[in-house]
């Protein structure tokens, strides 16, 4: 074997030794400069450009985590959903099933026992939220809160009920401002026990059709049914007034005697019908004998009418609600101030009760 065919043999490391240093072996000094090795770690330095896409691509990454994309549908389809002192399955929430419209929330509904049960939707990550299609008794009240960590709550959107029945309805809630969050949470409002729900629905992007369809469709038909008990009064008044005037024609006529049965007969079913239109055909208020609203002012603001006057009532309410512990629900619920008439959404405590203090 030649002396230059050792030398080629020489190893690489021996070979870059030899090259860094002055050295008399030209064949390796040759093999140096066509070594890959040597190429690849002079060119390992990072590019300026490459530098550059790097971090425009670690910078669009953290924007992205920080403002999530806003995707179709249903965003807590299928989510995890937990619940804490309810009665029920929390995944009913998620399912993606709905009850009949109208039907009875005897059954496939989670049960809220009282106000401090409450039922949380973990939406996966960081989602931002624009709209809430929920399905409930129709005849209870819901806070919806958000957190970014389910210790911190945020109260979002404060649903009352709708007054048309013990029933399943869906109910549409469309956010002024969309928000950040990672849970939703919901719990019942309100001295009614048993809050039932059967379905939520978030959205980032609301569907093109908003209201939904189902809901309009309800709406339309609770309308028309007003409308329809209204029309029926004033055909019922209407029917009276003739009868009567009839009567009394009859009579300046000198026939009173004329049909007097039937006419007589006709105006107490008359009487009968109206009696029965006062409280709706029993619908009473809204399904309830007893009128809430009413009972709080002429009872609440009679009674306590020397501390209240005209413009504490509601202030009062508030401040007491928080001292007994419904400080979350209160946060939730827009109260009218009776001194300028506006409506407030948020409420300070503090500044409440050193005002009536």
Known sequence: MSIAEQEIRIPVEICIDRGIRKTRNDVCLSFLATNPCRRRASTSRLHPVRFLILFVSLLISAVAWAEPVCPNGNLAAGAVASGAGVRGDPGLLTDGKLLQEGAKPDSGVLVLPDTYATATIDLGHLRRIHALIFQADSEQAFLFETSHDAKEWTPVWHEPHTRIGRVARLRPAQLVTPILAWYLRVRGLGEVSDHRISEVQVYCQPPKLW??????????????????????????????????????????????????????????????????????????HFDRYQHKTDLFHYYIGAKYFKELRYTRLYSCTTVVDVEDGYGDLVRGRRVRDLETDTVKRRIEYHFLKKIIK
Do not use: Q
């Not at 004033?234 to 005697?257: C, E, M, N, Y």
């Open 211 to 284: 209201p939904p369809a189902e809901f309009r469709k309800l709406r339309s038909e609770r309308k028309a049914s007003i409308l329809g008990i209204g029309v029926l009064k004033v055909l019922i008044g209407s029917l009276g007034v003739l009868l009567l005037g009839w009567g009394a024609w009859l009579r300046r006529r000198g026939r009173s005697d004329v049909l007097r049965r039937p006419r007589d007969l006709a105006l107490a079913m008359l009487g009968l019908t109206a009696l029965m239109l006062y409280w709706n055909f029993f619908h009473f």
